[in-house]
């Protein structure tokens, strides 16, 4: 049985193949009387607090993470001139621990007729002995022809990178051929280094309604061939944005860098950005550098069935090794909830989710995500909770804490799952089962988790939840993130976000939560980082001091708060 969310986004695609038929494929809302419109002051009543953001204007993906001399830089797609996609440039961030950031004159913008119509979203590779190199899309024309391009520091040796240039001579460096679609040619990878002396990218595309991943290797980085196949492709899934392609250890939570490829007790993990969907997808897998192939495992889903690193507003992501503390790190778009009005009064859209350490899990069936370490220094005032039982409709305030920007960490426990709901097979979609059951509802084993970003009286509050049901061999949990009552505003549109957490109950009857809470961002980390789920949310009573935290129970098992620490967190630099 196909779930309705499915449903729709199969309807949405057929729609698309027919309009489109190999014509042009770029998918951003574009409304060309507000690109240029700036506010004259920024609102700053939904601003995040720790959440990167630039001090104004639209951003979205995250393009080239890095470290280099020192500095962690971001680049990122950004509008100077407005709160709506358009002007496209590659934003510029600098920070020496991934949390505050001082904001740079953006990189890299259209000035040649190579990337006359937009610099679109690409990779930073550094080079062994040479320095880094910025690789990305150039749009040609309107129609949103694309080729791939390439652009250097003028001084290599200057830590912040401030000044890159695009030499005509050798741009651009890569054309899709005669058979291929121009418009959906984008999003070159960070290139890894193979033992036969190449150099190997990635690009997004699609042929047909099939999502490839195009593969290139070149031996100076300059000249670059096209394998005569896809590492990989995957039927129905439409074009393939911003993939991201990289090792992972077997064993330990330490990240690899991509020379690593190849290495000893590794796997490898293939993710695309679903430009239909507009969800994330991943695989793991085997890559066999001999043939140029990369295969899933058997555990891994292609497409829309597939693992995803987060299951709400999370898009466009891209990784990078940090070689201070040996950790692969992902960086993730967030995007507005609100309308294309309510971003230009306010004069900015768009954040960075919180960067993560991924890892593989013991499993090795999924990744694993946690906000990095860094962000612990912003922690401040701490309560704490111990062993506070809820029984069925209880909840309890957590009261001490600044709790429009807080995080908290707790662990629930339960003493039977004889009460949990059966699982009927046919809830295959975890965001429609969340929105048919969501806190509100009555059950067995939950709903039970956090009430966010909560009004005093409760007319606001955005809810992260598990909710436990029996299977045939097994039991399956839920965890939500409801927004559907997240505010009074009426226009906004309110999801509820939700995905299953792979975890064995039987010895063990606990489900921790993390959730971190900024002003209008709620981002939940779900049993050590199984599954992560970050929504946005406008609360209208639920404001900086008028906001409120609470756990709470609605099933019929008691529900003890084994250990609750919360914290008010401070506010990022962001200079």
């Known amino acids: 049985m196909i779930s309705l969310t499915n449903c729709l986004c199969l309807i949405v695609f057929i729609l698309v193949c027919v309009l489109c038929n190999n014509g042009v494929e770029a998918f951003h809302d574009i409304y060309p009387g507000l690109q240029s419109i700036s506010a004259p002051s920024v609102n700053k009543l939904h601003r995040t607090g720790f959440h990167f953001q630039p001090n104004r204007n639209w951003i979205n993906d995250p393009n080239g993470p890095m470290y280099y001399r020192g500095i962690y830089h971001l680049f990122y797609q950004y509008n100077p001139k407005g709160a709506v996609w358009g002007n496209i440039v590659w934003g510029h961030s600098v920070s020496k621990d991934l949390i505050n950031w001082k904001e740079l004159e953006p990189a890299l913008f259209p000035s040649k007729p190579f990337d006359k119509y937009g610099c679109w979203s690409g990779s930073a590779t550094i080079l062994p002995g040479k320095g880094p190199v910025i690789l990305y899309t150039g749009v040609v024309d309107k ?17 912040l990178l401030t000044n890159w240039g695009k030499p005509d001579r050798l741009n651009p460096i890569l054309t899709a051929d005669h058979r291929m679609n121009g418009s959906v040619f984008r999003d070159p990878t960070t290139a890894w280094f193979g033992k036969d002396g190449h150099w190997r990218i990635l690009i997004g595309g699609k042929t047909g309604d099939t999502g490839v991943a195009y593969l290139y290797r070149s031996k100076n980085f300059l000249k670059w061939i096209r394998a005569k196949h896809p590492i990989h492709s995957a039927k129905r899934t439409g074009m393939w944005e911003c993939p991201d392609f990289y090792p992972v250890s077997l064993e330990g939570k330490n990240g690899l860098d991509l020379s690593m490829m190849m290495g000893n007790n590794v796997k490898h993990v293939l993710k695309n950005s679903l430009d239909i969907t507009r969800y994330e997808y991943y695989t793991i897998g085997t890559y066999l550098q001999n043939q140029d192939k990369y295969i899933p495992d058997k555990t891994s889903e292609d497409g829309w069935g597939g693992l995803r690193y987060d299951y709400g507003n999370f898009y466009a992501s891209k990784s990078f090794f940090d070689p201070t503390k040996n950790r692969r790190i992902i960086w993730g778009w967030a995007n507005e909830s609100d309308t294309k009005e309510d971003d230009v009064k306010k004069g900015w859209a768009g954040i960075q989710a919180i960067p993560r350490t991924v890892w593989l899990d013991s499993s090795r069936r999924q990744l694993r995500q946690w906000p990095v370490e860094e962000l612990n220094r912003l922690r401040g005032k701490q309560v704490e909770m111990k062993n506070r039982k809820l029984k069925k409709g209880g909840y309890l305030e957590v009261k001490g804490i600044t709790a429009s920007q ?34 509100k509802v009555r059950g067995g084993v939950g709903p039970f988790g956090l009430l966010t970003l909560a009004s005093k009286k409760l007319e606001e509050y955005t809810s992260v939840f598990f909710r436990v049901f029996k299977a045939a061999n097994k039991h399956k949990i839920l965890m939500c993130s409801d927004a559907k009552s997240s505010s009074l505003n009426r226009e906004l549109y309110k999801p509820s976000f939700a995905g299953f957490v792979n975890v064995d109950l039987g010895n063990n009857k606990k489900l921790s939560l993390r959730s971190l809470i900024d002003h209008s961002v709620v981002e939940s980390f779900g049993v050590g980082g199984k599954t992560n789920i970050l929504s946005r949310v406008y609360p209208t009573l639920a404001l900086k001091e008028k906001a409120h935290l609470f756990v709470f129970n609605n099933g019929t098992e008691h529900i003890t708060v084994e250990n609750l620490k919360a914290w008010s967190m401070k506010t990022a630099s962001r200079n």
Request: negative net charge.
């Open 406 to 439: 807080a995080d908290v960490e707790v662990t629930f426990s339960f003493s039977s799952l004889d009460k949990a709901e059966a699982f009927d097979p046919n809830w295959e979609n975890a965001e429609d089962l969340c929105a048919q059951k969501g806190s």
């Open 143 to 159: 129609q949103s022809n694309e080729v791939q391009c390439i652009a250097i520091p003028a001084n290599a040796s200057v830590p």
